[in-house]
C-alpha cells in the first residue's frame, strides 16, 4: 500500500510548507496556490486537518480569539515536509513519464491499418 497524499492532503501541505495557517488562511492559500481549481470546503478541510494532525503530519500551532471567533493554527512537522517532498517527487516522476511517452510517436501496425 501506498503513502501517497489525497489532493486535499497534498494542497493543505503546499499551504503549510509557507508557514502556519488557521482554517481560513488555509483555504485562501489552496485556492491561490491551485489557481483557484481548488476550493476546500469546510468539512473537507477539518476532515484532512485531523486526519494529518492524527498522522503526525501537522501539528497544532496555537489558538487566538479574532471578534469572537478561536482560531486554531497548524504547522508542518518534520514528517509533513519529508510527506510533501516524496510526494513532489513522485509527482515530478509521474510527469516525466507522460512527457516522455508524448514525444513517442507508435508505429501503425497492420490491424490499425486494415
Do not use: C
Amino acid at each position: 500500500m501506498s503513502n501517497r497524499l489525497t489532493e486535499p492532503s497534498f494542497w493543505i501541505l503546499s499551504s503549510l510548507a509557507g508557514g502556519s495557517r488557521h482554517g481560513y488562511a488555509i483555504v485562501q492559500e489552496v485556492a491561490s496556490l491551485s489557481s483557484g481549481a481548488i476550493e476546500l470546503k469546510g468539512p473537507t478541510l477539518y476532515a484532512t486537518l485531523e486526519r494529518l494532525e492524527h498522522s503526525g503530519l501537522i501539528v497544532t500551532a496555537g489558538e487566538e480569539v479574532v471578534n469572537g471567533r478561536a482560531r486554531r493554527y497548524f504547522s508542518l512537522t518534520d514528517a509533513g515536509r519529508s510527506a510533501l517532498e516524496t510526494e513532489a517527487a513522485h509527482l515530478v516522476e509521474r510527469a516525466r513519464v507522460a512527457r516522455e511517452r508524448l514525444t513517442v510517436r507508435p508505429a501503425l501496425t497492420r490491424a490499425v491499418l486494415a
